[in-house]
């Protein structure tokens, strides 16, 4: 029954568009081959346990990859063998089989999949709002427009990867904090990748758009209406890397050398603008100059339970959530 539910579970990240262009598959590990439960030798350094890590080849998951070429792995005794994914729907129930011991997601999925009764936990953050303007996430309208704020989103039919997530949640509230009525929102499901297209030709009113998108779509004369995530707040984190409740109780090791490794990624991808972006080349089709043009997220290690405590209140009240999620349960260090 666990991963009939996991299966059913709306589990893709805010960024999952860029998927479409990057394909997807087992990613080299930092010695080659080895499963979830296994271990290898790495020039002549001891034994590595493997760890078996999915996640999608997007922007947001830059640090991990930056990590394990900087050996910050390596160094906690890890071997890291990243698979690609499509998305939570693969995601979920891979962490919940054991195809994955840890794999990477938005707040609102997981906290939709704890809902729903499933036995996961954020171990460690992975992306944050800049909390500046331009953001990386964005609601885009043409540029001939009657729509100027985000309170005219009210009545209007708005795009968003999927419904009942992490989008449409934080786009109710900038409306409704903006004067406007969110229950008037027609929200409808458009991939990142084909969004910007869809305003352009006025079959929505507006798409909400990440990055690399969303510099595209304002380089062609899309308008910006509303920084969703930053509006929201400032200090909202977007997603994390999972794994099973029985993983961080039985593989105490394991997961926290993942987080001290993961925390050292996060903080180097912060300080390290330029090899962020040249990372992102290596495992997605970006070219050069549109990861030159993109807006970065913002990679801290810690979670900010204020800012995920709205989200989560905000998420029952638009009827995404049954319940508001224990913050204890679902964030490390609960």
Request: aromatic fraction near 6%; proline fraction near 5%.
């Amino acid at each position: 029954m666990a991963r009939k539910a996991a299966a059913a579970v709306l589990f893709v990240s805010a960024s999952m568009g860029l998927v479409s262009a990057c394909g997807s598959g087992d990613v080299s590990s930092d010695t080659g081959g080895g499963g979830a439960a296994s271990s290898s030798a790495a020039g002549g350094g001891g034994d590595l346990t493997t760890v078996k890590v999915g996640v999608i080849p997007i922007v947001d998951t830059a640090p991990i990859w930056l990590g394990k070429s900087k050996g910050f792995f390596k160094e906690e005794g890890l071997n890291l063998e990243i698979t690609t994914t499509t998305g939570g729907a693969a995601a979920v129930p891979g962490v919940v089989s054991g195809d994955f011991d840890i794999a990477f997601g938005n707040v609102v999925s997981l906290m939709v999949a704890t809902d729903k009764g499933l036995p996961l936990k954020f171990i460690s953050n992975g992306t944050t709002t800049t909390g500046e303007k331009p953001d990386f996430s964005g609601v885009v309208v043409p540029k001939d427009s009657p729509i100027k704020t985000a309170a005219d989103l009210a009545g209007k039919t708005v795009s968003v990867n999927n419904l009942n997530n992490i989008g449409d949640t934080t786009i109710r509230k900038v409306v409704e904090e903006a004067g406007g009525d969110p229950k008037g929102i027609k929200f409808v499901e458009v991939a990142f990748p084909d969004a910007p297209a869809a305003v352009e030709r006025k079959q929505v009113d507006a798409a909400w758009i990440l990055e690399p998108f969303l510099s595209a779509a304002v380089g062609k004369g899309a308008r910006v209406v509303s920084y969703n995530y930053t509006e929201f707040d400032p200090s909202l984190d977007i997603a994390g890397y999972f794994t099973k409740k029985d993983t961080v109780e039985g593989k105490k090791d394991m997961v926290e050398g993942f987080q001290r490794a993961m925390k050292k990624s996060l903080e180097y991808a912060q300080s390290n603008p330029d090899e962020v972006r040249d990372i992102v080349g290596t495992y997605t089709k970006i070219d050069a100059a549109g990861r030159a043009k993109m807006v970065l997220p913002k990679f801290v290690p810690e979670f900010n339970r204020e800012a995920a405590t709205k989200l989560g209140e905000a998420a029952v009240s638009y009827g995404t959530l049954k319940k508001a999620p224990n913050l204890d349960e679902l964030l490390p260090n609960g």
